[in-house]
């Protein structure tokens, strides 16, 4: 969630600092700073609480300029939002650093620098690394050895990048479970934590490698790998647009988010899981004590994000907590009975949303625990209101139909399970394959991704219908009704989800040749009852347009299907929502409607 930008050229580099740093901002912070090499030959430090716009106004202020320099946004994890635990952090004045990511033995290492006679003015870890490397510097090494020693001495998943006053002509950085990323420019170089924050500036970028640490100098770029050994990372030209709200390669920003999401996911996760582990604090400093207090869920969503919360209902429950998911506008108007230790969850992608936010301001003083929210927009207010935030990190999202940012809720909302899982006895190795899981849904996103065209031609048969019902069971069931939520409302075509083993109560009478029937078939406990209720369709003539695990054997006749590789269990309805929405945007482009601003909707729902 926290965002790391650093410069070093012949000019001020303040500009580009800045201008990083708002760039970054879609990520979450609640603070930010700024350390540069002034004229004077010292480190200048500035740090404010609040938006960058406020630090911004804090260095115009100051008048300083520098030709080096190193910026961040703050996520507080270890110590309060605060500006004495903002980045960069300093050991006197020898050396700064600003830092992504969690170290777990930041407290041994803490006692170990007091009884050295350091002092420490904030709460956070980055603190510790960075005295660990005065100590070092003090000791003789220089700025590169200090780094590779400190870095030797951490045990976590971080990305930093130091200065010191005392080694003008270059920035040290290291990564370990955090990425970061090199921008070369002509007579000056960049780092950062996202390419997006350098577009301004380049389309050069060295991709650090785990355990990677490198010395940027303003006409050199030199990387070591993990055993000390030079080595030679490809430098790769970025295609992203250095304007937000560029399509690029494709027709609609729509398509444009839907093939972006292996790549919010793995942001989504950045910082958050190392080493088969999930690493909580990362969550924010208030939510592990939250969590700790939790014997029940509720969550509140309108929309997609009601969709995404009913699959983590799925989840939450096999972890042996209770949960409800309620529609935010129904919510909001009931009598609310809260069990002892809820704790009430919002979801939105905007942080907007009218009746979600009454929601959570109706839940004041109604008994819950606290409140967290799953919000892809860090100054909305969703956030600022509620006691813990997860943001989603998906960027931003201008199709009216949610993609992206359905996804990245759900890999949120499969984190949070996993923390809530622990609580109930959850094994390491159970966590771990939790953890590993979501470790290769970004390739096995990318792999459905490559159907599109194969989606394309089956979406021609559904050119002339007015109809279609979407089946599921389990999880799957409100994946249906998000795939149906989809093509509702970009194609048009009326569509309804149903459990399918609800069809005898009702929608059977509905099933005719005319009328298709969608349904994902994932390799599970509840396989041969959906087959079951796919063969009462194709006795009534129902056409089936389905999406199956390779290990499937459908076993019926006359019908579309579309096989996924083999896919894990526990993120199958992550992975499966995705040729859904891909089925979804075909039709409307076959039905020749307007796929980014459909008819009478509004990105974000802010009046009732």
């Known amino acids: 969630m926290c965002g790391i930008v650093g410069a070093i050229a012949h000019r001020d580099v303040l500009p580009i600092l800045m201008e990083g740093l708002q760039r970054l901002e879609y990520r979450g912070y609640d603070s930010a700073g700024v350390a540069v090499r002034s004229a004077d030959g010292e480190l200048k430090r500035f740090r404010a609480l609040g938006k960058v716009h406020v630090l911004k106004d804090l260095v115009e202020r100051s008048g300083v300029q520098g030709d080096m320099g190193i910026a961040h946004t703050r996520w507080a994890t270890h110590g309060v939002p605060a500006e004495r635990n903002a980045h960069p952090q300093m050991s006197g004045v020898r050396v700064a650093v600003v830092h992504n990511g969690i170290i777990e033995n930041h407290a041994e290492l803490r006692k170990q620098l007091e009884a050295l006679g350091y002092e420490f003015t904030s ?103 993990n055993r000390g050994h030079e080595v030679t990372r490809p430098v790769k030209q970025s295609q992203l647009s250095n304007v937000v709200a560029d399509k690029g390669p494709y027709a609609h920003y729509m398509l444009k988010e839907i093939f972006e999401q292996p790549g919010v996911i793995s942001e989504t996760l950045e910082g958050r899981i190392h080493k088969g582990r999930l690493l909580e604090a990362s969550f924010g400093h208030e939510t592990s004590a939250l969590l700790d207090r939790t014997k029940h869920v509720q969550i509140v969503a309108c929309g997609t994000s009601f969709h995404a919360g009913m699959v983590a209902r799925y989840w939450i429950e096999e972890a042996g907590i209770p949960c409800s998911v309620e529609v935010a506008s129904e919510y909001r108007y009931r009598h609310v009975v809260v069990p002892e230790g809820s704790l009430l969850i919002t979801i939105s992608q905007s942080g907007e949303t009218a009746d979600t936010l009454a929601a959570l301001r109706g839940g004041r003083g109604k008994g819950y625990i606290g409140s967290l929210t799953v919000c892809n927009v860090p100054e909305s ?116 989800a149903y459990p399918a083993g609800e069809l005898k109560h009702g929608p059977l009478a509905l099933v005719d040749e005319t009328m298709p029937v969608v349904c994902a078939l994932p390799d599970d406990p509840l396989l041969e009852k959906v087959l079951s209720n796919l063969q009462e369709v194709r006795a009534r003539g129902g056409e089936l347009f389905l999406f199956s695990d390779q290990k499937v054997t459908i076993g019926l006749d006359r019908y579309h299907n579309m096989t996924l590789s083999d896919i894990h269990p526990g993120t199958a309805p992550i992975v499966y929502s995705i040729p859904l929405q891909l089925l979804a945007y075909h039709v409307a482009i076959i039905k020749g409607t307007d796929v980014d601003q459909p008819r009478n909707l509004a990105k974000s729902v802010t009046v009732e």
Do not use: W
């Not at 950062?192 to 006409?219: C, H, M, Y």
């Open 381 to 496: 207010s969703l956030v600022r209101e509620s006691d813990v935030c997860f943001m989603t990190r998906a960027g931003i999202e201008i199709g009216v139909a949610s993609t992206k940012a359905f996804t990245t809720q759900l890999v949120a909302l499969r984190l949070l399970t996993i923390a809530l899982s622990r609580r109930q006895g959850l094994s390491k190795a159970q966590e771990e394959t939790m953890v590993n899981e979501l470790h290769s849904l970004p390739r096995q996103v990318e792999v459905v991704l490559r159907l599109s065209d194969a989606i394309s031609e089956m979406a021609a048969a559904f050119s002339d219908k007015h109809n279609a019902l979407f089946l599921g069971r389990g999880p799957f069931y409100p994946v249906a009704m998000e795939g149906a939520l989809k093509l509702k409302e970009i194609s048009y075509i009326h569509a309804e």
């Open 123 to 225: 709460e956070t870890d980055t603190e510790v690394i960075a005295h660990l490397m005065a100590h070092k510097l003090e000791a003789g090494m220089d700025l590169f050895a200090a780094v590779a020693q400190t870095a030797v001495e951490l045990d976590g998943a971080y990305a930093l990048a130091a200065a010191s006053p005392e080694d003008a002509e270059r920035i040290v950085v290291t990564r370990a479970g955090s990425p970061l990323v090199i921008g070369l420019g002509d007579g000056e170089n960049f780092i950062a934590s996202d390419v997006t924050a350098l577009l301004p500036v380049t389309r050069k970028f060295i991709f650090l490698e785990e355990g990677d640490i490198a010395e940027v100098r303003r006409d050199s770029v030199t990387v070591f790998d």
